[in-house]
C-alpha cells in the first residue's frame, strides 16, 4: 500500500470516529490488530482484536460525548507511520475540558492497520517507529492527518 493510501485510510478512521461511527473506523483495521496502550496509562493493557478497540472507543465516548481526535504531525517510515495526535473532548458528568498529545505509531500490513501503540512521549514513539531524530526535524511541521 502506498503512503498516500495510508495517509487516506487513517484520514477517513480520524473523519469516521470523530462522528462516532465506530464501524466505519474500525474497518481500517485488521480483526486481528492489536493496541499496545501506552505504559503510562492507569489502564494499560495490549488490546486483541477489533472487538477489544470498539469497546475501548466506546468506553471513551461514555466518559467524552464530544471526543475528537486530530492528527497533528504525520511521518512515513515504511510500513509504520508516527501520528502526533491531539485528543479534546468534554467530561460527560463533569463538562470540564480534556485535552492531551500522544504518539501513534501505526504498523500497516496489506492496506490495513494491524498493530496500534501509543505513547505519552514523542521522542519515545519515534524511536518505536523507528525514525531518527534527524528524520523527525526534517519532517517537523509536515502535515497532519486532517488535511
Excluded: C, K
Excluded at 487513517?10 to 473506523?25: H, I, P, T, V, W
Excluded at 475501548?56 to 486530530?70: F, G, K, N, T, V
Excluded at 512515513?76 to 463533569?94: L, N, Q
Aim: glycine fraction near 10%; hydrophobic fraction near 40%.
Amino acid at each position: 500500500m502506498s503512503s498516500d493510501a495510508n495517509i487516506d485510510l487513517l484520514r477517513n478512521l480520524q473523519e469516521a470516529f470523530n462522528r462516532g461511527d465506530l464501524r466505519s473506523a474500525l474497518e481500517a483495521f485488521d480483526p486481528e490488530a492489536e493496541w499496545q496502550q501506552a505504559r503510562e496509562d492507569p489502564d494499560a493493557e495490549t488490546l486483541h482484536g477489533t472487538g477489544a478497540i470498539r469497546r475501548l472507543w466506546e468506553s471513551w465516548r461514555e466518559a467524552y460525548p464530544d471526543i475528537r481526535i486530530e492528527g497533528d504531525e504525520i511521518i512515513m517510515a515504511g510500513e509504520r507511520v508516527f501520528v502526533w495526535v491531539r485528543i479534546t473532548g468534554h467530561g460527560a458528568a463533569s463538562g470540564i475540558e480534556m485535552a492531551m498529545e500522544e504518539a501513534y505509531v501505526y504498523t500497516f500490513r496489506d492496506g490495513r492497520i494491524v498493530r496500534l501503540e501509543d505513547y505519552f512521549d514523542r521522542q519515545e514513539g519515534l524511536r518505536a517507529a523507528g525514525i531518527s531524530d534527524e528524520a523527525a526535524d526534517r519532517s517537523a511541521g509536515g502535515p497532519g492527518i486532517s488535511g
